[in-house]
């Protein structure tokens, strides 16, 4: 039975699970970890394809259940706990090498997870997830889009983002409120620099707090408009008319002046 406090929607249509197993095209020796296996739509089909899969879920009914078929099916790892709270740099290391994530996500914690995930030190391949499709919009939207905001700018800073396919809410038990959507993060080194990540993301997160202030006076604490200038940048524009690269000059600026992760 679902937990209405884990967020749960079990995935059930047979032709959503082809189409995120296709996207996936997993190898056998793929070091793949699934993020809240529920009831096991996904992870059976996966534990068919791969030798070893790592399974992260949170709810002690579930852990038990896969405890169990982890003793029939050697390769299955169980990982009893909170996926915002796991360390997966620590994981990948166990694991031998680089990982690559795949999930039906919790709305609850899609975003702090999917933050965690693009700032941790993990060798991360790539992950396929499923999430609520307004987060997914905003993971993908380009500046000037009505859904540009400070989880498209962490996004694009760190990772190519790549809407898949949509899900209507028929596909899961019980079914959401909401449309969904299956996601293709790929984490990469950007051809700019960030020279102080917490930095970078206090700038943007200060940027888009008041989104119809200027960028001279939302981001007052960390630069002058003089130096928002000097970073090639109009201050009397807004946050969302900035590149991910934008914020990058301006948070490097204001590391220059205030010394790292601070501001005035």
């Known amino acids: 039975m679902a937990r209405k406090r884990f967020g749960q929607h079990f995935l059930h ?75 997966y740099a620590a994981l990948a290391a166990r694991r031998g090498g680089a990982v690559r994530l795949v999930g039906n996500l919790p709305y609850n914690i899609s975003s702090p997870l999917l933050f965690a995930l693009l700032t941790s030190q993990a ?35 760190r990772a190519e983002a790549d809407l898949l396919f949509d899900v209507g809410p028929g596909a899961f038990r019980p079914p959401p409120k909401v449309m969904s959507s299956v996601v293709r993060l790929r984490p990469r080194t950007p051809d700019f620099v960030i020279d102080d990540d917490p930095l970078f993301d206090g700038v943007v997160a200060a940027a888009f707090g008041q989104r119809r202030k200027t960028l001279r ?22 946050a969302e008319q900035l590149a991910a690269a934008d914020f990058a000059r301006l948070a490097n600026a204001a590391a220059q002046i205030h010394g790292p992760r601070g501001h005035t």
């Open 123 to 157: 060798p991360i391949i790539d992950m396929h997830f499923m999430l609520q499709k307004e987060v997914v919009d905003r993971m993908v939207a380009g500046p000037g889009s009505r859904d540009y905001g400070r989880l498209s700018v962490a996004i694009a800073a």
């Open 13 to 87: 249509e047979r032709g959503v699970i082809d189409r995120i197993l296709a996207a996936l095209n997993p190898g056998p020796d793929d070091r793949l970890i699934e993020i809240g296996p529920g009831e096991g739509a996904l992870t059976e089909p996966l534990l068919a394809q791969v030798e070893q899969l790592s399974v992260i879920e949170i709810d002690r009914d579930l852990i038990a259940r896969w405890q169990t078929r982890a003793t029939e099916r050697d390769g299955l790892e169980v990982i009893a706990g909170d996926a915002l709270r796991i360390d």
């Open 217 to 238: 006076n939302a981001l007052k604490s960390y630069l002058t408009a003089e130096a928002i200038e000097a970073c090639g940048v109009d201050p009397g524009q807004r």
